[in-house]
């Protein structure tokens, strides 16, 4: 867990300097031998995520290559710790003999401005009045967003329907992305409206200076309506065996040249994971080979989310099983309702009585009571989304194994995977992409289902 609390986000806590180009390349690697050694102790930390807390600032490394450009060994990076002002750091860098310059280095954002909505809070603990997006300092959002805010991602959530005219989501969706399984329109808005518009919030809600902002705010919005909360709306057709199941193989048909995550906003009657369903199963498994990334929900009756409603095992599908932990002001303890086991992926901050996201009562209507695995799950669907938004090469069982090397950062006795962190899972899959080729165009050919 990360607080930034009291920590001003101005400071990327990184000085870069400069050396006189008659300073020996020896005197250079020896001033970043003595940071590395604690010589200097106003300098400390790591850089670019190097083993070493000083290094040269093109390269990230100690050792000099004979074909760097004039002058490129002359710069060099290095961490400054938390409680430090890096401005100070640098001003005291300035007055060593050879350093011709020394400054902070500014925090890289996307061009777009980093969202600065009203409820996002300033930090991970507990605010009421009013309620704050804890959530997203536990997770390390803000970190996330200096290289991402989730554009170029199909982020579809498959859910119980939709308030279309919330100020946080109106403008947020492609309209070509609406659907009703229920009757084939494209009118997600049947029904009770609450669970859908708090998901489709915390996965993306709009970066406007208003309300909330989602883990996402720039991922495109595909909203899918399988599920009617209430006596409304039409019966489902006859031959519709699963509405959920053909509500996720709708998404993977939908033509698009972005990367898809689908949120699966449904759990069973008692409480298991939806998974418990043969035919779900078939469509997660179809939606993977696809290339998509499904997140399901672990189910909130604190049962193993490993087998079903029949107490048989569930087969790996390839789905990220998502788990709830609740709000303490220091650990990430599991929610005593959320369901765990060995099928799950990782855990995300479920907290029915703090969580803030959109309402569904008027345009401006915002709740903070959306939790559950259901809102655990939203959350690390946005996270996904800004993963994938860096790397549109990655794989399923790449993110599979990024969630699995997180720190786990969770207070549980049973297994519920591993802690989602933005920050971390962003850049792994930069790392990643370092390595491969850039992804061919993933079109799908198939019709509209």
């Known amino acids: 867990m990360v607080s930034f609390a009291g920590i001003d986000r101005r400071d990327s806590k990184v000085v870069e300097i400069e050396f006189a180009p008659e300073v020996p390349r020896e005197d250079i690697v020896a001033f970043i031998q003595a940071v590395n050694d604690g010589e200097l102790g106003f300098l400390t930390g790591r850089v670019d995520d190097g083993d070493i807390r000083a290094a040269f600032a ?31 750091v640098a001003h005291q860098l300035r007055t060593r003999p050879g350093v011709v310059a020394a400054a902070r280095r500014p925090m890289f954002i996307p061009a777009s401005a980093l969202p600065a909505d009203p409820y996002i809070g300033p930090d991970d603990q507990k605010h009421e009045n009013p309620p704050t997006q804890w959530y ?15 554009g170029g991602v199909v982020v579809a959530d498959v859910d119980w329907g ?3 005219e919330h100020e946080d989501l109106a403008g947020r969706y492609a309209a070509d992305g609406l659907h009703n399984v229920l009757d084939g329109s494209d009118d997600v808005s049947m029904g009770n409206l609450t669970h859908g518009t708090g998901a489709a919030g915390m996965i993306g809600a709009s970066a406007n200076g208003a309300g909330i902002a989602g883990f ?30 053909t509500g996720i193989d709708w998404v993977v048909s939908r033509p698009s040249e972005m990367r898809k995550v689908i949120n ?15 035919v779900v199963q078939g469509a997660v498994r179809r939606a993977v080979a696809a290339d998509v990334f499904v997140c399901i929900p672990a189910g909130n009756g604190n049962v193993s989310a490993d087998i079903g409603e029949d107490g048989q095992a569930i087969p790996d599908t390839g789905s990220i099983v998502v788990a709830a932990t ?12 959320s369901n765990y086991g060995y099928r799950v992926s990782v855990a995300a901050p479920g907290e029915p009585d703090l969580d803030v996201t959109c309402g569904s009562a008027s345009k401006t209507d915002y709740t903070r009571r959306y939790g559950g695995t259901s ?17 549109d090469a990655l794989t399923n069982a790449d993110l599979i194994k990024i969630l699995g090397s997180l720190k786990p950062n969770v207070s549980s006795q049973l297994p519920i995977g591993n802690f989602v962190n933005c920050e971390e899972m ?24």
Do not use: H
């Not at 004979?66 to 990076?77: N, S």
């Not at 850049?427 to 050919?445: E, F, H, N, T």
């Open 58 to 88: 093109f390269g990230g490394a100690t050792e000099l290559v004979d074909d760097l450009q004039p002058r490129r060994d002359r710069f060099v990076a290095v961490r400054v710790p938390l409680d430090r002002s890096s401005d100070e």
């Open 136 to 150: 997203l300092y536990r997770c390390d959002a803000l970190s996330a967003w200096e290289q991402t805010l989730g």
């Open 162 to 164: 939709f308030y279309l």
């Open 216 to 245: 996402a705010p720039e991922c495109t919005l595909w909203l899918v309506q399988a599920g009617i909360v209430g006596n409304d709306g039409p019966e489902p057709p006859s031959g519709l065996v699963n509405p959920w199941a």
């Open 264 to 278: 699966v906003e449904i759990q069973s009657g008692m409480l298991y994971s939806v998974e418990t369903s043969v």
């Open 326 to 337: 609740g709000y303490d002001d220091l650990v990430n303890a599991r929610a005593l309702f």
């Open 375 to 391: 809102g655990a799950s939203a959350k690390a669907a946005g996270a996904i989304a800004l993963t994938v938004s860096v790397n």
């Open 426 to 449: 962003v850049g792994a899959a930069v790392r990643l992409k370092k390595q491969r080729p850039p992804r061919a165009s993933i079109a799908s050919d198939e019709s509209d289902g």
